[in-house]
Nanobody
Framework: QVQLVESGGGSVQAESSLRLSCVLS????????MGWFRQAPGKEREFVASIGWRGANTGYADSVKGRFTISRENLKSTMYLQMNNLKPEDTAIYYC??????????????WGQGTQVTVSS
């Protein structure tokens, strides 16, 4: 049973930075593409970023390109999302996801519980 645990969320001012982490247990992280989604109040969950099995391929939503960077350390079974120049519209619950077979907005076999990110102006 794969388990995903996110950490690193918080409340920050606009233009600040945060780094989210996601630890995978119950399997070898190298077998999974990994990704981040987010859900703002009153909105549907949306794709943020994803990274391929070995980390060579990454993809981003247009709204975060140039500001967010996704990475992974397979030896630590951990994925990261470095978020710079945060904006109030980035306020959401951020969810980590893992998928053996899919990558990008279509992925979502396993989900974490989420971590809250709040950005004030």
């Amino acid at each position: 049973q794969v388990q995903l645990v996110e950490s690193g969320g918080g409340s920050v001012q606009a233009e600040s930075s945060l780094r989210l982490s996601c630890v995978l247990s119950g399997g070898a992280i190298s077998n999974y593409a990994m990704g981040w989604f987010r859900q703002a109040p009153g909105k549907e969950r949306e794709f943020v970023a994803s990274i391929g099995w070995r980390g060579a391929n990454t993809g981003y939503a247009d709204s975060v390109k140039g500001r967010f960077t996704i990475s992974r350390e397979n030896l630590k079974s951990t994925m990261y999302l470095q978020m710079n120049n945060l904006k109030p519209e980035d306020t959401a619950i951020y969810y980590c996801t893992a998928d053996r077979n899919n990558y990008g907005p279509q992925m979502g076999a396993w989900w974490g519980q989420g971590t809250q990110v709040t950005v004030s102006s």
